[in-house]
């Protein structure tokens, strides 16, 4: 019985390192490993704003007007194969659904753009599906990948 308790033991931790590696999430950098592993064993949402202590959260802001940027979201969204629910170009809002890449479990990712001071805010959030435990990273990955591939298209 012990042995069979050890051994699951072993598997699930496994499959939670294996997870926080698939995501790439940045383990080590502030507010650090700790806290994080916390956020991502804990949290089931990732979302973007000001003055987030995860520096890949950070609230974006970029220089284009925000019909244009809607453009460029959208084609990211394409881009990343994620599953387009509603696009609404007026109130420059995109709902749309990602899957994680090993379970092909769903998160919901919700964009929304902001004319702000310094030009047009980028707001997302990525929320799992599957209940409330943590994520391991999975919504931050979202995120990241969402930034990732609109900067490499600016």
């Not at 598997?11 to 999430?25: K, P």
């Not at 959260?57 to 990343?80: M, S």
Request: with cysteine; aromatic share 4%.
């Amino acid at each position: 019985m012990n042995q069979l308790l050890m051994t699951l033991f072993a598997a699930g931790g496994s499959l939670i390192v294996g997870a926080l590696i698939l995501n790439c999430v940045p383990l080590n950098d502030k507010p650090g490993s700790a806290r994080r592993l916390w956020i991502y064993l804990s949290k089931h949402v990732a979302e973007t704003r000001h003055g987030h202590p995860c520096r890949e959260l950070e609230l974006r802001i970029y220089r284009l007007p925000p019909a244009r940027l809607f453009e460029r979201v959208a084609h990211v969204v394409d881009l990343l194969n994620w599953e387009l629910l509603e696009s609404d170009p007026a109130g420059k809002r995109l709902h749309a659904v990602a899957r994680t890449p090993l379970l092909h479990l769903r998160s919901d990712v919700e964009i929304e753009l902001k004319l702000g001071d310094r030009g047009t805010e980028l707001h997302v959030r990525s929320s799992t599906r599957h209940g409330r435990a943590g994520d391991l990273g999975a919504n931050t990955r979202h995120i990241m990948e969402l930034h990732a591939t609109l900067e490499r298209m600016l």
